[in-house]
């Protein structure tokens, strides 16, 4: 975006706990990013929470079939994970700074098509500009999100990705350095 100076950035995740991912390292890794996020310092980024649900849930077998006792659906139970709220503070933030006048654009970087209101009465109601990223070339952009009438629509590039990684060391505010992992740095 050479046109415009990025002022901040509110990043919206939840917290992983250990158990809840297949990947029982899933969470350390969420953990050492969001340390390297912080290092940029709470003037430039936000790190904004919601949390996870894990439920045991009873859900349709597909391909559906009929269950002849009863004449309903069969089921099975299944272990149903659910980010909650991140996509909720993200509207309510991309609103209250478009209301509080904190932004001459909100770019919007998700492929979440429930962000589509939002993004709709950002551009229709408040007269805000707008743009939406996709994560990567390869995310099918939600035709909910597109049909928002976006002032610019775009994907992450890998080029910019290779332009924003960290360096190899960096040092945390309590002044102690670590180390970006090998498997992360894109060559």
Avoid at 113 to 132: F, Q
Wanted: proline share 6%; charged share 30%; aromatic share 6%.
């Amino acid at each position: 975006m050479p046109d415009f100076e990025l002022q901040h950035v509110d990043y919206f995740t939840a917290q992983l706990r250990p158990g809840i991912q297949f990947d029982p390292r899933t969470p350390v890794r969420q953990q050492m990013y969001l340390r390297a996020l912080r290092t940029l310092g709470e003037e430039r980024l936000s790190i904004h929470f919601g949390s996870f649900r894990n439920d045991r849930r009873n859900m349709p077998i597909h391909p559906v079939r009929v269950d002849p006792k009863t004449g309903k659906w069969a089921t099975t139970t299944v272990k149903k994970l659910e980010e909650k709220g991140s996509d909720v503070n993200l509207a309510s933030r991309m609103v209250a700074d478009s209301i509080l006048g904190r932004a001459d654009i909100v770019v919007m970087l998700s492929n979440d098509s429930d962000l589509a209101g939002p993004i709709r009465m950002l551009k229709e109601e408040l007269g805000k500009s707008t743009g939406i990223i996709f994560p990567m070339p390869s995310s099918r952009g939600a035709k909910e999100l597109v049909h928002t009438t976006p002032d610019f629509v775009t994907h992450v590039k890998l080029d910019a990705l290779r332009a924003c990684q960290f360096d190899d060391q960096l040092v945390d505010s309590e002044g102690r350095i670590f180390h970006r992992p090998d498997a992360w740095k894109l060559h």
